[in-house]
Structure formats: structure tokens, C-alpha cells
């Protein structure tokens, strides 16, 4: 097996991590854990954390209905999981109020109607949110405490009990969580996987660009053994961006912003104004190829000037293709099996 010809032309290939090389299965139970457990607790409720882990796949079937709102959401460009829970329990209160949530298939309808670009709906969300239930405007804000909380919420439930508090310095909120970062599996088969990122390694800078903080793109990464396949230096991931927002006091860094590929292509190391500002050498993007599988991702990528290859292994499937035609991805493939030919 060889590399298929067209990647010929490129010598940087950039990856977006879920639906691409690693399965979001488990990060969307997560996400559909979190939105559980915090309605129960701004509620005034604890939930057992063993019984909802044993009915994970019900609770994910009913807040997600049938992963309907995980399509729709991720078409309008919701890229961080921790976002679409963050969207999902800010509509469950607009439709229901803030004791009357439960309605998840009117939280579906409502997000069926909202605009293609989820960044321009954030605040809006939280003003309609606020003007519903009363809460503090400001706490419903992306970002902000509610976010973060939520955020906090889903990291308990992904990095599990004992390395949660290792990382954070405090045990989670309902303790009995094992993690589901160790459940994690490939989007496709492992052999075909390192046998693609070993020969684009061989002849290519290999990069990430994704969503993923550092802890939770280094687990798979490293556990199935293609860390090396990868530069050192292109390993771009969500604390990149959390540091990137921090000191440049820019909340909007996350795809479908470019932010993420250029620290990619250019080195972790590359100066985050500079990057921000447009001071780079814009002929290395002419040789870049980003590969992702979602709306953000072929945003981010043309609003960066680089071609895209989509692949349909994303929650939509080969559903997925009118869209990205629609948006001239320059390639659409099956998946990432797709860059090998005999």
C-alpha cells in the first residue's frame, strides 16, 4: 500500500481528532451525562453516578433524541462537546423553563430553526435563556460560570474520579465515575490507521488540530501507538486555545476561527498574535491539506485558505457529503482508510 496521489501536492497534513481518527461515541455519552446530571443538580438533585453510568445509552437516546440533536447541532458548527451541552440545556430552559425541562424532543425543533453559524446564537441563547427563567444573564453566558460548570461536570465523567481530582485539585461534584477516557477506540480499523500516519509521517509534517484538551488527545494517541508519527511541535489541541483566549482577551479562537490549524501548521511554539494578526508565511498554506469532518472544520480551514478533505465518518455519515459539496471541500472521501491505494 502507498499514499494515494493526490496527497502529492501537500507536505503538511492537519487533522481534526473526533469523527476522523478517534470515535466520539464516548464523548458523546459523556456530553449526554453532563446535560443529565447538571439539569438534576441546578435542579437541587444528585444523580448516582454507577446507575446512570449502567443506563448511559438511555439517557444519551433520550436528552440527544436519538443522536438527532448531536446531527443538527454539529451542522451548525458546535464543535466542542462541551458546547453542545452547553446549547442543549440553554434551549431545554427556553422551552421549558428552568423547573420545567425534560422536553427533549422540543429542544430538537427549537435547534432545528436556529442559524448555520452556532457562534452568532451564543448570546442570544443566554439573553432568551435569561428572560425565561430569570437566571443572571451574565452567569448563562458562554464561558462563564454555567459553562464552566458544565465543563467541570463533563470532565468528571470523562477523566473519571482519581484523575480528575489529580488534575484539578478537587474531587468531582458525585464521586463513582471511572472515566470514560479509557473506553476510547478508533474511528476506523488501528492497523489501517498507523499504516496511514506512518507513511505520511515517512514524507510529511503530520499535525492535530482539535478540540480535545492536551490530557485527552495524548491517551489514544499514545495508546495506540502513532504519538511518533506525529511533529512534536503540531500537536495543536483546546489548551492551546484556552491559553491563546486568555492572553490575547479573544473569547471567539475555537474553530470555526483558523486559530487552531495555524498553530498547527506553524509550531505550537508561533507566537499567538502574530498567528491571530496574519503575520505568517502564507505560502506553507497552499501545501496544507486539513482533514475534518464537521462544519467547523471546513470553515475554519477555508477562512484560513487551505484546501479540505472531508471525510463522512462524522455523526451525519455519507449524509454529510451535499453539505461539504456545497462548501467545495476539495475532497470527500469514505475516511481516512481513503489516503492508501495499492
Not at 500500500?1 to 502529492?8: E, H, I, S, Y
Not at 464523548?27 to 448511559?56: D, F, P, Q, R
Not at 480528575?164 to 477506540?185: A, S
Not at 499514545?222 to 511541535?233: E, L, S
Request: proline share 2%; net charge negative.
Amino acid at each position: 500500500m502507498k499514499l494515494a496521489k493526490f496527497l502529492d501536492k501537500y507536505d503538511t497534513v492537519i487533522f481534526d481528532m473526533d469523527g476522523v481518527i478517534t470515535s466520539e461515541q464516548n464523548y458523546w455519552n459523556c456530553a449526554a451525562l453532563t446535560v443529565w446530571e447538571y439539569l438534576h443538580y441546578t435542579g437541587g438533585k444528585k444523580i448516582n453516578s454507577a446507575e446512570c453510568a449502567e443506563n448511559m445509552a438511555q439517557i444519551r437516546k433520550k436528552v440527544f433524541s436519538n443522536d438527532s440533536l448531536i446531527s443538527v447541532l454539529k451542522g451548525k458548527g458546535v464543535n466542542s462537546n462541551w458546547d453542545l451541552g452547553y446549547v442543549t440545556v440553554l434551549i431545554s430552559w427556553i422551552c421549558g423553563g428552568k423547573d420545567g425541562w425534560g422536553d427533549f424532543d422540543a429542544v430538537l425543533r427549537y435547534a432545528e430553526n436556529l442559524s448555520d453559524n452556532i457562534i452568532d446564537e451564543y448570546d442570544r441563547l443566554a439573553k432568551l435563556c435569561h428572560e425565561k427563567t430569570g437566571f443572571d444573564y451574565n452567569w448563562l453566558r458562554r464561558n462563564e460560570l454555567m459553562w464552566r460548570t458544565m465543563r467541570d461536570i463533563f470532565q468528571m465523567w470523562f477523566l473519571g474520579d482519581e484523575l480528575f481530582e489529580e488534575r484539578f485539585g478537587y474531587p468531582p461534584i458525585n464521586t463513582g465515575k471511572t472515566g470514560l477516557l479509557y473506553r476510547e477506540e478508533p474511528i476506523v480499523k488501528k492497523d489501517r490507521l498507523i499504516q496511514v500516519l506512518r507513511l505520511l509521517g515517512e514524507n510529511k509534517r503530520v499535525c492535530t488540530g482539535t478540540g480535545r484538551p492536551y490530557i485527552e488527545m495524548i491517551q489514544p494517541v499514545t495508546d495506540w501507538g502513532i504519538k511518533q508519527y506525529f511533529a512534536a511541535d503540531g500537536l495543536c489541541n483546546y489548551d492551546h486555545v484556552v491559553a491563546a483566549e486568555r492572553s490575547l482577551c479573544n473569547n471567539a479562537l475555537t474553530k470555526p476561527h483558523p486559530y487552531m490549524f495555524l498553530k498547527a501548521l506553524y509550531g505550537t511554539d508561533y507566537d499567538d498574535k502574530r498567528l491571530v494578526d496574519g503575520d505568517y508565511d502564507k505560502e506553507k498554506i497552499k501545501t496544507t491539506l486539513v482533514v475534518g469532518d464537521a462544519g467547523a472544520d471546513i470553515l475554519a480551514a477555508k477562512a484560513m485558505g487551505a484546501d479540505f478533505c472531508a471525510v463522512l465518518t462524522g455523526i451525519q455519515g455519507k449524509k454529510a457529503r451535499p453539505y461539504f459539496e456545497s462548501l467545495n471541500a476539495e475532497y470527500i472521501l469514505n475516511s481516512v482508510e481513503d489516503f492508501l491505494e495499492e
